[in-house]
């Protein structure tokens, strides 16, 4: 299968706070996964990224959690920012024919000042 | 450096028209895609391609064609567009030789068939 299940559709968080977002993936066969951050009217751009060798990835406030055995990932933005207000995607790719890229649907997240 | 440019933004069609969306990236990346993104269906590979004169199908590609005739270009053609091909179109290229997965994105073209 090659679904990636992403919830939730849609989160409204204050500012300060913790925001999630989780994804499922079925295909043992994917080794990278992205999330990408697009706002309005803009194209995505690459916020974090994880190999399946490693539980979790922090790049400022911004943490991978992954959980190779259930096949889940997620995205955990701490201290949460007005200007963190956006859509994000988690993805998970497959390096070979062609590195091919399944997304999830999409989260958008709203930050309340 | 501009990255990944499209062309055009925006354009209407009529149903049955055919049209051309170019990609166009500047930093010398193997690998091109092609993407539909719909509301609540996130972004959906059309066509991507491994390098120049190579294209190969991705998830829906069905009304679609596409050609790489250069390094650089990634053109998507629509020969007979139809009302469900209303969506924004978005061209990603990538780094194959880096091994790092990001893939840039251009700005999108908004696409709307009446």
């Known amino acids: 299968q090659q679904q990636v299940k992403q919830s939730p559709q849609s989160l409204i968080v204050q500012k300060g706070g913790i925001s999630i977002i989780n994804c499922a993936y079925e295909?043992?066969?994917?080794?990278?996964f992205p999330w990408y951050q697009q706002f309005p009217g803009k194209g995505p751009a690459l916020l974090i990224a994880i190999r399946p060798d490693v539980s979790e990835k922090k790049e400022g406030r911004f943490t991978i959690s992954f959980n190779k055995s259930a096949k889940q990932f997620s995205l955990h933005i701490m201290d949460s920012q007005p200007g963190d207000s956006a859509t994000y995607f988690c993805a998970a790719s497959v390096w070979g024919g062609g590195f091919k890229t399944i997304f999830g649907a999409g989260t958008r997240l709203f930050v309340k000042a | 450096n501009a990255g990944v440019t499209q062309t055009p933004k925006f354009r209407v069609l009529k149903t049955g028209q055919s049209m051309t969306l170019l990609c166009a990236q500047d930093m010398n990346h193997e690998y091109m895609y092609w993407y539909r993104q719909d509301p609540g269906m996130g972004l959906r590979l059309i066509h991507y391609?491994?390098?120049?004169?190579?294209?190969a199908k991705g998830e829906v590609p069905d009304g679609y064609n596409v050609s790489r005739l250069k390094k650089q270009n990634f053109l998507l053609g629509l020969e007979s567009a139809a009302p469900s091909q209303t969506s924004v179109y978005f061209c990603a290229s990538l780094d194959r030789d880096r091994g790092q997965g990001e893939q840039f994105f251009g700005p999108g073209t908004r696409l709307t068939v009446l």
């Open positions: 295909n043992t066969a994917f080794d990278y």
């Open positions: 391609s491994v390098g120049e004169g190579t294209t």
